[in-house]
């Protein structure tokens, strides 16, 4: 039975006094000192729309993600952290709604709503605390695409990717690569089901359309130099992880501090449970996507992978949505000190080693190893009390 609407003016509520208290009591980091963040090339694209600034100055692949800038751009307050922050408050609400129009649609219990909504507040990385410490970012708008797109796939309402593919992309390249690879997986269900579940030639204009969007954002706001394009990119952090194998054991650790010991059950009961189920394969064909995304797509791990959150964590309810309350309680509680409640994300400007401690992929081997003894003993607490 579905939960009752009700529940979401109160999921809205706890996630509005989420955001104002860590807005209040999480320092954002300090752009000028902290060269490295992508906040300083999104910053230059604002600068240009709000005329500060009279020439494109952004690399690649930062120049095509114009969305984010351009909404904040409109509000112009004079603060380009409070713009971006009215620009995060509006997508994290909508993204709450579609979420739970998603979660409702797929059919989960209220105690999933629960614990996913918490994951997605609360944890370091999620949507509310890691872009109160860093504002001036486009990842926000990820979260209510990514859930649209898992809503038009079940509701089979695909004539609106025409509109949802090119206005993602202008946003973050990373949405064209979801429509390919989802028109390519719905040429192969049709083939092997013969039901026709995917409209291939709507599916292929969106890959069009999306990509004249962005050919269009690099020819009118070009980079100010050539990157390495997308696919170089994805084949040089891969050709870095066979040579640095203990980047392998640091990816695992990232998925681990993202999702928790949930993320490794869900992939047992998969691997144990051999059925063709379209809802099934698509999210986990997301999240196998989004999972690579954090070895391929750049250094910061783990951020990469919590963004695929309206995938991986639906796809891990999914999985396990017949745990009963006791075992998921168990689950919660293990999976609780990943979340660093008790502690506000540090100024990497002013504490570099400190804020390092945090992310798998740049923390010293002995933190990583620590963090992967963890998982094994999670895991069989979790097995031996399942019941």
Known sequence: MRIRLYWLPIFLTITIAAFLFYKNVQEPVTYGLAPAFDGNDYTHIYHYFVGLEDS?????????????????????????????QWVN???????????FALWRQVGFELKWFIAGFFWLLFHWTGIIRLNAFD????????????????????????VW???????ATAQKESFLALVVILTAYGIWHNRKTEEGYYPIPILISAVALSLIVKFSIAYYLP??????????????HGKEAILHPFEIVRW????????????????????LTNRYDNTRNVLLIFTLTYL??????GGDMTRIIYLGFPFIATWIMYELREMRTKPLLILGLLSLPLMML?????????????????????????TVLVLVAFIPVSLSILLIKRN
């Open 56 to 84: 494109y100055q952004v690399p690649f692949p930062f120049n095509g993600r114009i969305l984010a800038p351009w909404l904040a751009a409109q509000i112009d307050s004079g603060d380009i952290i409070r713009d971006f």
């Open 89 to 99: 408050l509006f997508f994290t609400l909508v993204s709450i709604v579609a979420l």
């Open 135 to 158: 504002p001036v970012t486009v990842d926000l708008p990820l979260y209510l695409f990514q859930t649209l797109l898992l809503l038009i796939i079940l509701k089979r309402k695909f």
């Open 161 to 167: 990717l025409l509109i949802l593919a090119p206005l």
């Open 223 to 236: 980079p100010i130099e050539e990157g390495k394009g997308v696919i170089i990119t994805l084949l040089y």
């Open 252 to 271: 695992l650790v990232a998925m681990f501090v993202a999702f928790g010991p949930a993320l490794f059950l869900a992939g047992r009961k998969y691997i």
């Open 292 to 297: 690579a995304f954090g070895i391929l797509a």
């Open 342 to 366: 008790h502690q506000h994300i540090p100024d990497p400007a002013f504490q570099m080693e400190l804020w390092k401690s945090w992310y798998p992929e740049f923390a010293s081997t002995t």
